[in-house]
């Protein structure tokens, strides 16, 4: 059966995952911090202005909020995340399960084309909150930046 989701808890990681990757592309740095995140939410919700920024660094010096992220950094942090696994195109690879986590958290591995290049099994780690979003919560970055050695250099 389904479930009371229709089954969506299945299909709802990898849509993250491609919605994330469009937004990528595009260079859409909004779209991308409202998809990247943790359990506890979105890298985008940790942003607000000055004033709300104050009294959330007040709280997470005693333990009861978090501190805030400047836009500025969240603005920076997802543009070079989106240089990085920018691409001509995409295919899903696979998915599973990541044990051992408090929240339900899934792998999904996403093989990159760009130009003549292909980088296999980028993984992407996708979290879901407490109110039943999925996010992106890591990216193997490496994976997706790490260059072929020219063929004049191997021999």
């Not at 969506?8 to 911090?33: C, H, K, Y």
């Not at 760009?114 to 919560?137: A, H, K, P, Y």
Request: net charge negative; with cysteine; charged share 25%.
């Amino acid at each position: 059966p389904d479930g009371a989701d229709g089954g969506l808890s299945g299909i709802a990681p990898t849509l993250s995952v491609e919605r994330f990757l469009q937004a990528a592309n595009i260079g859409d740095l909004e779209a991308m911090a409202r998809l990247f995140g943790t359990a506890d939410g979105s890298i985008a919700e940790r942003s607000s202005g000055a004033f709300a920024c104050a009294f959330r660094k007040m709280g997470s010096w005693i333990g009861i909020g978090d501190s805030c992220i400047p836009r500025t950094e969240i603005e920076l942090r997802m543009n070079a995340i989106a240089l990085i696994i920018r691409h001509d195109d995409y295919s899903i690879r696979s998915e599973s399960q990541v044990p051992g986590r408090s929240r339900p958290t899934t792998r999904i591995g996403v093989d990159l084309d760009r130009g003549n290049e292909r980088f296999s099994d980028v993984g992407f780690n996708v979290v879901q909150t407490s109110d039943g979003r999925w996010l992106v919560e890591e990216i193997g970055l490496a994976t997706a930046s790490s260059q072929r050695t020219p063929p004049a250099l191997l021999g």
